[in-house]
């Protein structure tokens, strides 16, 4: 636990949250900072700033619990007819809440939320194969 991390609070019980799933390693909450209605986070019980701190069996576990929320927001009425899953990490990724948590949240035709990108940009294959190279280590 982090000492004044909410969602550490979350989980020792020290602040409140409409959960959704619990188990021994991670639990899924409904956020106050909805995208849609039925906007779930799914954080790890301990605390991890950074998805490299985390080891493959939580992460693997986190996202194996993000599929059951997606699965269960559209079986649950709740209007729904895509998911996102986003997870921001790090705080040039927007990442607010220095504490890894996946977002699983239904998508409708005409929700606000928008990805405002510059899609404009096709790099040539050379230089997507040398961005590859160096990403492998080369």
């Known amino acids: 636990m982090m000492e004044g991390c909410v969602f550490c609070d979350i989980i020792a019980g020290k602040a409140p949250a409409s959960m959704v799933y619990e188990d021994d390693i991670v639990a899924a909450f409904l956020t106050i900072g909805p995208v849609n209605p039925g906007h779930l986070l799914v954080i790890p019980k301990a605390h991890y700033a950074l998805l490299a701190e985390m080891n493959e069996e939580i992460g693997m576990h986190l996202f194996k619990i993000s599929m059951k929320m997606a699965q269960a927001l559209r079986l649950s009425g709740v209007r729904c007819e895509g998911i996102n899953l986003f997870l921001a990490d790090g705080e ?11 977002h699983v949240f239904p998508r409708f035709r005409g929700d606000n939320f928008i990805i405002d990108a510059d899609w404009s940009n096709v790099p040539s294959r050379q230089a997507l ?3 590859a190279g160096i990403i492998r280590g080369e």
């Open 129 to 131: 194969d040398k961005i």
């Open 92 to 102: 040039a990724a927007f990442q607010e809440v220095r504490h890894v948590h996946m």
